[in-house]
C-alpha cells in the first residue's frame, strides 16, 4: 500500500510488543499509514513486518519517548509527509524499574509525544489523541507506588485535556486498562484477575476510539473494584493494598 493522504496517519508509541503492537497490526489492518517507536530494534522490526503484510505502509523510529527533541522531531517529521490522523501515546515501563526512570518514561514520555501532537494539529483544528493510563492510576498501591502515581497523573491530565480541546476540535481519550499481556505483566509473580490477551485490548481500544469515548475501561470488574477501593476510607484502603503481593524489583 503506497503513502496517500487518502490513508488516516497513526502514530503509535512502545509499539514493539503487548498492547502497542496488536494497536499497530489493528490499525493496519483498517489501511492505516502507520509511524511506529519502539526501544528493541528487533521487536520493532518484527511489528513493522507483520503489519506490512497486511499492505500497510510503515515508517519505524528507535527515537526515546523521554527524549523532548527527538520526539518533536519525529512527529513533525511524520507529519510533514502525511498529517496525523491519530497519536497514542502507548509506551510505559513498570514498577521494576527506578520510581524517576518510571516517571521519566510514563509522565514526560507521554508529555513528550502529545504535546508535539498538539502542536501541529491545532492549527488544522483536527486530530485524536490517546493517553495510556491504567487502572492502577485509581489509587496508590504500596506494590507499585511509581507507577500507579504516573498513570493517575496521566488519566488526570487526559481528562482535564479532553475539555479543554474540544472547542478546537480535537478529540482526546484516556485508555484505562486492566492486566494486559505484555512484557509488564509477564515479570509478575502473582495471579493477575481477568489477564487480558493483548488483541482483545486492541480491539477495546480502537473500537473506544471510534466512538471518541473519553475513558476507554476494560474489563468493567477490575474497573469497579479499582475504583471502589479508591473511594474507601484510607485506613480501610490501607489495610486492604497492604496485603496486596509485591512486583520484583530490578533496582
Request: charged share 15%; net charge positive; proline share 8%.
Amino acid at each position: 500500500m503506497t503513502k496517500t493522504a487518502n490513508n488516516p496517519h497513526t502514530l503509535i508509541t512502545g509499539a514493539s510488543s503487548g498492547i502497542g503492537q496488536a494497536l499497530a497490526l489493528a490499525y493496519a489492518q483498517q489501511g492505516h499509514d502507520l509511524t511506529l517507536t519502539g526501544r528493541n530494534p528487533e521487536r520493532l522490526e518484527e511489528t513493522a513486518t507483520i503489519c506490512q503484510s497486511t499492505g500497510a505502509s510503515v515508517h519505524t523510529s528507535l527515537t526515546d519517548v523521554t527524549d523532548c527533541d527527538g520526539m518533536k522531531a519525529l512527529i513533525q517529521e511524520a507529519d510533514d509527509k502525511i498529517p496525523l490522523s491519530l497519536v497514542i501515546a502507548n509506551a510505559g515501563i513498570g514498577e521494576t524499574s527506578s520510581p524517576q526512570t518510571v516517571f521519566a518514561t510514563n509522565i514526560t514520555g507521554v508529555m513528550n509525544t502529545i504535546i508535539p501532537a498538539l502542536d501541529v494539529m491545532k492549527p488544522r483544528r483536527n486530530g485524536q489523541i490517546a493517553l495510556m493510563a491504567s487502572a492502577a492510576g485509581f489509587r496508590g498501591l504500596p506494590s507499585a507506588p511509581a507507577y500507579c502515581a504516573s498513570k493517575a497523573c496521566i488519566k488526570v491530565w487526559g481528562e482535564g485535556l479532553r475539555g479543554a480541546l474540544a472547542t478546537e476540535n480535537i478529540r482526546v481519550s484516556v485508555v484505562l486498562p486492566g492486566f494486559v499481556e505484555s512484557r509488564i505483566t509477564v515479570v509478575n509473580p502473582f495471579p493477575m484477575p481477568f489477564l487480558m490477551p493483548a488483541e482483545k485490548a486492541a480491539h477495546h481500544i480502537v473500537r473506544g476510539l471510534a466512538k471518541n469515548k473519553g475513558r476507554i475501561s476494560f474489563p468493567w470488574p477490575v474497573i469497579l473494584t479499582s475504583w471502589l477501593l479508591a473511594t474507601l476510607p484510607d485506613p480501610w484502603a490501607d489495610h486492604l493494598t497492604r496485603r496486596f503481593p509485591q512486583k520484583p524489583r530490578m533496582d
